[in-house]
Structure formats: C-alpha cells, structure tokens
C-alpha cells in the first residue's frame, strides 16, 4: 500500500465462466486482519470484455497505464455490482433476486476499486483485502441492479469550517428516472448511505407529481465508522417521472480548513446505493452545484473581496489551473461574517443543480453532462420515528458457489461452496482536476 494518505487501487478480475446465465447472490468483504482501519472501503463494477488482456495487471485508479482503453477505464463509476464501506458486513440478496452474471449477460468481468485511507502514510502495509462473491447456476426470477444517487465527487461541494450543521442537497430529476426507468418502475430493497468523516446525516426524499412520498430510506444519526446495506422493512416502488432528492448534513465546527468534496477520507461525499428489481436501464444519476453559478457568484466575488490567499492564473495550463483552483478554494477565509454570508447565499440563492443521466458504459441517458434541473421546494426533515431499517440479512435457500476478489479465501458454513482467490497489491497516484471554459471541476469518481 502507497505511503500516503488516500488510495484507490484498481484491480481486474474475470468471473467464471458458465454456459447459461447465473445470479450472484451474495457478496461478502473480506477485509485482512487487524486492516480495519485501512480499508475504508471497496466497490466492484460491471466491465467489458475490453479487460481480459489486462488481468494479470493492477494500478492506481487516478494514474492508470496509458495501455488501458477507454472500455477498462470506464468500468469505473460505471454498474456498481456492490459497495461495501467500514463497519458493514455482507450483502445477501432476497430469494426472488439476483445480479445475472455470465451465460449471455454484459457482466462477465468485474473491477475492484479499494479505498485505503492510509493516515500515518505508513510504508509497511501489504494488504490481501477482496470480496467474496456469491453465486447460483438457479437464474432467480428477477434481475436485480444497484442504483446510485446523490452528489458527483468534485470540488463544487464546498463546506465552510466552523459550522455546526451544513446542508446539501443532490436531486435526480423525473427526466431521468423516466429515460432510465422501466414502465412498472422499480422496487427498492436496501440501501446503502455514505458521506465521509464530517457527515451527521444522509436521508433520500421520493417526490412524485410534485408531493412529497416517505422517505427511501434515513439516517440521522450517521456514523463514518458504522456503514452496512439496510434491508428496508418494505419495499419501496419508484416510478419513472419520480424524483430523488439525497441530502447530507455536516459538522465542520471542529475542522480549521475549507472542507471540498472528494476522494479522500477527510474529503466530503453524499452518496446513496440503492438496491433494486427489475433491473433497469439506469445505473447512474448525480448532481451537483453548477459550477457557473459557483464561479460567478462566489470564486470571483470571494476573490474581489480578497477571501483568497490564492487564486487562478489564466495564462497557465489546464492541468495547472485545476490545481490552483484546488488550492484556492481551500486557501478562502470564512473568519469574517461577509465571506460566511457570501457562500451561503451562493448556495441557497441556487435553486439548480447540473445533473448526469447514466446507463452503462457511461452512456448517457439524456444528452451530456450539460442538464440542468430545478430543485423542488422542500423542507426541512424531522427526526426519524418509528420502526428502524432493519439490517440487511443473509439468506440460505439455495447453494453457492463463491469466488473471491482480492481475498485469501476463508470458510463458511452458511452455504456449501468453492473458492478461487484473485490477489491484488497497491500502489500511488493522485486526483486530477481540469478546466473547461472559464473553470470547471471534472469529476473524478462516481
């Protein structure tokens, strides 16, 4: 593992071979011994046939090999297959579901994304960490699909220091959801919420025809450290035309620094997974803050008004504005009470929100990354009442076969199986950020 902080290693896998479609059933991480605290999480994509002359090959997702074709690279942040973060356990599947996988399906080969949140940029790790799949040649009678909401990874969401509680929204339009939808809708399952260290809250809205449906799913009392797949107490049916709208709050009152949306732990997201049947069309639906609007009304007001210490020179390179663009936004000061009210009225001044539609392979939906959406008029969430989400449980009905990504197989005497370990190793890299027209943060990850 990289002596540095923040990691993301890429490793490529085939999934076995069958001659007639299969499910997968269940995954389950395997996370190495007394590595709890470097792993901080890990997700398996769907990729293309495009990867089989790459198996043999791992590398750093931020700086991969200048070999890999656009096929290999876009399998990341593509079809998540599944997403397990620190403090979950595993994702089972109910009798009725599963992911379909060889035969004649698009998921023949998979890619590992690991997360290692190295704080002390330690230089000793070696790490086997993986995932173990679950698998039945018994097709189920559903395809099933995970679904991702919520905030696109980019600069654009910005978090003063010193604040108590912070509020974001992300919206999925009805635009998309009835592009990518099937006509029946989908049934939600489970689900799984993520922000990083400054969360205090992740809650998914359902909005439909204008009125405002019971929450997807909730959590206000998030915790980093305790992350798991909630199997929801009933399911929950989302139709095309619908909105999903996912909010975070956070708590930057202990935090001296600009916190910006981003890969590392200390770095800020707002995701949730949603686990789905009948699989759709759909996989892919972020949002983020127009960046026009984040330039315009605040960068350039911010930097008139002399709130940053750095600042961006036009007549450099792309590669080089990004980076200053980076470090200026970290560098702004939000000691004076202008400079606080000057980034909250940029951001609730907005009622808009850039918004990307996608199906696999990165195929958009709905034109490209260029939609722009209205935010629906809400308000502010309760405490959550009633019952709890319970937690997503194993289920037992049929025999597996299993095969392990990353891992050092181990035991299970839940379900009779074969084992095949793939290992993967690490290695260093950074985020790259890019300019388009005046100054535009690309997103890096899905």
């Not at 006509?183 to 405002?212: C, D, Q, Y």
């Not at 330039?295 to 002399?306: D, E, N, T």
Request: charged residues 20%; proline residues 7%.
């Amino acid at each position: 593992v990289p002596a540095k902080p923040t990691t993301y290693w890429c490793s490529p896998f085939k999934l076995p071979v069958l001659q007639n479609e299969a499910h997968i059933i269940r995954f389950e991480p395997v996370v190495q011994e007394n590595h709890e605290e470097l792993v901080h999480h890990i997700l398996v994509y769907e990729c293309s046939d495009k990867l089989e002359p790459f198996l043999n090959v791992s590398w750093d997702c931020d700086n991969p090999p200048d070999s890999l074709p656009y096929e290999v690279l876009g399998c990341r942040g593509s079809v998540v297959l599944t997403a397990w973060a620190v403090g979950g356990a595993d994702m089972s599947f109910p009798s009725q579901v599963g992911l379909p996988m060889s035969g004649g399906t698009d998921t023949q080969y998979a890619l590992m994304e690991t997360h290692y949140n190295n704080e002390k940029s330690s230089p000793t790790y070696v790490d086997s960490s993986g995932m173990r799949v679950y698998y039945t040649p018994t097709k189920r009678q559903y395809d099933g699909s995970i679904l991702q909401f919520g905030s696109t990874v980019s600069v654009n969401l910005l978090l003063p220091p010193g604040l108590k509680d912070i509020k974001m929204q992300n919206t999925c339009p009805g635009a998309c959801s009835s592009a990518g939808l099937p006509p029946g809708g989908v049934n939600v399952f489970a689900s799984m919420l993520h922000s990083h260290t400054a969360g205090t809250a992740v809650w998914v809205e359902h909005i439909r025809n204008g009125s405002k449906l019971p929450n997807i799913d909730e959590n206000f009392n998030y915790d980093f450290n305790f992350q798991d797949v909630i199997l929801l107490r009933n399911e929950v049916k989302i139709l095309p035309g619908d909105e999903v709208q996912v909010f975070c709050r956070y708590d930057t009152s202990d935090r001296k620094e600009v916190t910006l949306g981003g890969e590392g732990t200390l770095d800020e997201m707002c995701l949730a997974f949603l686990v789905v049947y009948p699989k759709p069309t759909l996989t892919v639906c972020l949002s983020q803050i127009p960046t026009d609007v984040l330039v315009h009304l605040y960068y350039i007001p911010a930097l008139i008004r002399g709130y940053l210490t750095n600042y961006v020179n036009d007549s450099a390179d792309d590669a080089t504005k990004g980076v200053q663009f980076f470090y200026s936004l970290k560098s702004i000061d939000f000691s004076s009470q202008g400079s606080r009210d000057l980034w909250s009225g940029t951001y609730w001044s907005s009622k808009y929100r850039d918004y990307v539609c996608r199906a696999s392979g990165h195929r958009h939906i709905l034109g490209g990354v260029g939609n722009r959406t209205l935010l629906t008029e809400i308000k502010d969430p309760e405490d959550p009442t009633g019952v709890t989400p319970e937690p997503c449980v194993g289920f037992t009905e049929e025999p597996a076969t299993t095969q392990a990504l990353g891992a050092t197989t181990v035991g299970t005497t839940e379900e009779p199986a074969t084992t095949q370990a793939l290992g993967a190793t690490a290695d260093g890299g950074v985020s790259i950020w890019s300019f388009i027209g005046c100054i535009v943060a690309i997103v890096i990850m899905t």
